[in-house]
């Protein structure tokens, strides 16, 4: 499953043309609008009346630049939750070194950044092993938003 959170429609269409075949949900607007709380309220719900559909998976939160913030506020409130996200063109101060270690030490199991200098990419990777957190970088195109979908998406246990 990947739930995604863009600025606007296209952007929402691009991700969903790049995740392959896993369930898709996305929410699109300003910036911390009012939808991050129907968003909490609609992954309780379904996570209350389907949990045999949720919870063995990876569920990905995917976020574009402008919503990076909105997207490390929810890995924060739910890491075992969402166990990977897609982070692309992230804000560096808003993926910081802390917030990704807190995240890995919480659940959160990988990490993709899609566009992203390679210098933030080494960053981050070197705190991979001490967070128990899978980190990548991926270029930012079409096929490297493709393979970060991919890579998120890994789970033995799980549907790709």
Do not use: I
């Not at 269409?13 to 790049?18: I, K, P, V």
């Not at 389907?50 to 506020?73: I, S, Y």
């Amino acid at each position: 499953m990947v739930v995604a959170l863009t600025a606007t429609e296209k952007g929402c269409e691009r991700a969903e043309r790049a995740r392959g075949s896993a369930f898709f949900v996305c929410l699109w607007g300003p910036p911390s609008g009012p939808y991050a709380e129907r968003l909490r309220e609609g992954l309780k719900e379904l996570k209350r009346q389907f949990p045999e559909h949720v919870a063995p998976w990876p569920v990905v939160l995917f976020g574009e630049k402008e919503r990076t913030a909105d997207v490390m506020n929810l890995a924060a409130e739910e890491p075992g939750f969402f166990s990977a996200l897609v982070l692309e063109r992230a804000d560096r101060v808003l993926v910081s070194n802390t917030r990704l270690y807190s995240y890995g030490q919480k659940g959160g199991k990988r990490v993709a950044l899609v566009g992203v200098p390679k210098e933030e990419e080494l960053r981050a990777r070197g705190l991979s092993a001490s967070a128990h957190l899978a980190v990548e970088g991926f270029p930012a195109s079409s096929e490297g938003l493709a393979g970060a979908f991919r890579f998120a998406l890994v789970d033995a246990d799980g549907p790709k």
